[in-house]
């Protein structure tokens, strides 16, 4: 049986360029229109009428995740039982991930940015701490190297960088192997993208097997990446409740984690950077188009609180009420 294709024809790349042409513009436009006191669902219609109207992209590729505050903690939130309907507050972090499609083709992008437009102390560390892993796994990415080698560089630039910051105490190559890395970003690095958003072919019979460890185990596939894959780029620390917990009780875990100092970060929710790019000959070519470092968000921020945007404010429905 010839193996399941996953490069991506010319053809499909340009489509899926256009996507991510589209929903990087959706995103800036939500950056710029963001204001508390706004509710998720709000900013949610934000992106969908720009995709639709700007881009004449009908559908999105996934469910819209618009979590602010504690909410970006929950990897999946914005479905049904779960609506994007948090009123945004001042001092949020927001991650917004969502893509539109185009053509049955994918996009599928991430953005996480404070609602007031300035990061705090705070919200600054973690986020270029996610943005480090992010470009480091840009920068190494090319036909060849191992996917699951790539998870693992991002597990391990996050841990240094918490190190540094105070978070985590003792010996990097001993929390690597006791999976601390997990804890803080409970999903794979990234996934294909195509026609699905999470697109077919992660694991066959021809390819690495899905590892039992945590963190590895939850990757999409374990390939070695090819020339025309297109992939993405999404790690990400989160703070979740149950998993730090787990960590507590956990004494193989707990003696890496000062304590204090994660317990300011209880309520933070979370923050992920997402970024589909196509591997080239030597490399990547990024496809998302919007702001990524601290200074570039909040410019972009700064200059949308320029504008004066009015939403009437909507009382929602209350057990059917």
Known sequence: MAELRVFKTPQELDVIRYANKISSEAHVKVMKSIRPGMTEYQLESIFLHYCYFNGGARHVSYTCICASGPNGGILHYGHAAAPNNKTVHD?????????????RYSSDITCSF???????PDQRIIYETVLKANRTV??????????????????????????????????????????????????????????DVHDVGGYLDTCPPRSTEPGL???????????????????GIY?????????KNDPKLSKFIVWPVIDRFRSFGGIRIED??????????????????????????????????TFPQQTLLKNGK
């Open 91 to 103: 001092g949020d972090m927001c991650t917004f991930d969502m893509g539109c499609e185009y053509y």
């Open 114 to 120: 404070p609602a007031n437009g300035i990061f705090t």
């Open 138 to 195: 840009m920068t190494a990415v090319k036909p060849g190297v191992s996917w699951r080698d790539m998870h693992l560089l991002a597990e391990k630039t996050q841990l240094e960088q918490m190190l540094k910051h105070g978070l985590l105490q003792g010996d990097i190559d001993e929390m690597m192997k006791a999976r601390l890395g997990y804890i803080f970003m409970p999903h794979g690095l990234g996934h294909l993208l195509g026609i």
């Open 217 to 235: 185990r939850q990757l999409r596939t374990a390939r070695i990446l090819e020339k025309d894959m297109v992939l993405t780029i999404e790690p």
């Open 239 to 247: 703070f979740v409740d149950a998993l730090l917990e787990q960590a």
């Open 276 to 309: 589909d790019v196509v591997i080239t000959d030597d490399g990547c070519e990024l496809l998302t188009k919007v702001p990524r470092t601290v200074d570039e968000i909040e410019a972009l921020m700064a200059e949308g609180r320029k504008q004066e945007i």
